[in-house]
Nanobody
């Protein structure tokens, strides 16, 4: 059974940091792209970042470049999203997702499996 379990969300003040984790199981981790997406109330889901697990290539949406860092631990089948200099507009439910074919894309329809999400709230 494929599982993606996010953790690490919470409430933080603007300028603060959080690290999200996505623990994967039930598929061959190295063969996939793992992406982070977010959805704020009343807004469409947005791709934030993704990583090609096989070679570590990373991609970011412009709004988080320089503030967020995605990484992976192949031994733990886990992907992390380090979020620094958080802003109120980063407030959203954050989801991790896995794709066998996205190849750096952050289009949600290209992702096969999704986690349940974790809430990130940034206060001003």
């Amino acid at each position: 059974e494929v599982q993606l379990v996010e953790s690490g969300g919470g409430l933080v003040q603007a300028g603060g940091s959080l690290r999200l984790s996505c623990a994967a199981s039930g598929f061959t981790f190295d063969d996939y792209v793992i992406g982070w997406f977010r959805q704020a109330p009343g807004k469409e889901r947005e791709g934030v970042s993704c990583i090609l697990v096989s070679d570590g290539s990373t991609y970011y949406v412009d709004s988080v470049k320089g503030r967020f860092t995605i990484s992976r631990d192949n031994a733990k089948n886990t992907v992390y999203l380090q979020m620094n200099s958080l802003k109120p507009e980063d407030t959203a439910v954050y989801y991790c997702a896995a794709s066998s074919w996205a190849m750096g894309s952050m289009m949600g329809y290209e992702y096969d499996y999704w986690g349940q999400g974790t809430q990130v709230t940034v206060s001003s």
